[in-house]
T-cell receptor, first 112, second 113 residues
Framework: DAKTTQPTSMDCAEGRAANLPCNHS???????VYWYRQIHSQGPQYIIH???NNETNEMASLIITEDRKSSTLILPHATLRDTAVYYC?????????????FGGGTRVLVKP | DSGVTQTPKHLITATGQRVTLRCSPR?????VYWYQQSLDQGLQFLIQ???????AKGNILERFSAQQFPDLHSELNLSSLELGDSALYFC????????????FGNGTRLTVT
């Protein structure tokens, strides 16, 4: 049971920042927000995760609202290779095994 | 390269047969997860092992079984195969099976004819 809501699809311009929204209004205090992407039937690739503070790594930035009910993944300079399905996942640390439950994701198409 | 190795990459077999998928986790990772991805179901969690013991079970059919060996590699066994078992099977590993990220292999594509 995915606990997140994402747009089904979105287009982005190459070289521009891509802002991918995610709603997780029922998130609880000890649940982390994870982002993965999957490029055409390859294995899902880990991007970033966070609890309540904004996070940045070499791939992306994660902005989490103060009430933690939504977040935005930012790809600072989208390239054609960033075309993929992006999954926003709320990870329940109290669930047995702490598995990741994938929803439908956002299909992102980066256009020249 | 995630560091997770899955073999074989492709597998074609007939209905009723049995196959074994193999996964070698990243060096140092103790936890292994198996996922199934079919066209109409998305990524579905099957089962997780941590340091040789089963930790969590998802929507895994009784015809399927898995284990994690002392060297931490894992195998997923699929038996009495049906056409509907055709899918991509992904293995992922993580350091501790808690909050550390999962890193996925590139999967085994199973085709049942």
């Amino acid at each position: 049971d995915a606990k997140t809501t994402q747009p089904t699809s979105m287009d982005c311009a190459e070289g521009r920042a891509a802002n991918l929204p995610c709603n997780h209004s029922t998130i609880s205090g000890n649940e982390y927000v994870y982002w993965y992407r999957q490029i055409h039937s390859q294995g899902p690739q880990y991007i970033i995760h966070g609890l309540k503070n904004n996070e940045t790594n070499e791939m992306a930035s994660l902005i989490i609202t103060e009430d933690r009910k939504s977040s935005t993944l930012i790809l600072p300079h989208a390239t054609l290779r960033d075309t993929a399905v992006y999954y926003c996942i709320v990870r329940d640390l109290k669930a047995a095994g702490n598995k990741l439950t994938f929803g439908g994701g956002t299909r992102v198409l980066v256009k020249p | 390269d995630s560091g997770v190795t899955q073999t074989p990459k492709h597998l074609i077999t007939a209905t009723g047969q049995r196959v074994t998928l193999r996964c070698s986790p990243r060096s140092g990772d103790l936890s292994v997860y198996w996922y199934q991805q079919s066209l109409d179901q998305g990524l579905q969690f099957l089962i997780q092992y941590y340091n040789g013991e089963e930790r969590a079970k998802g929507n895994i059919l009784e015809r399927f079984s898995a284990q994690q060996f002392p060297d931490l590699h894992s195998e997923l066994n699929l038996s009495s195969l049906e056409l509907g078992d055709s899918a991509l099977y992904f293995c992922a590993s993580s350091v501790d099976g808690r909050n550390s990220p999962l890193h996925f292999g590139n999967g085994t594509r199973l085709t049942v004819t």
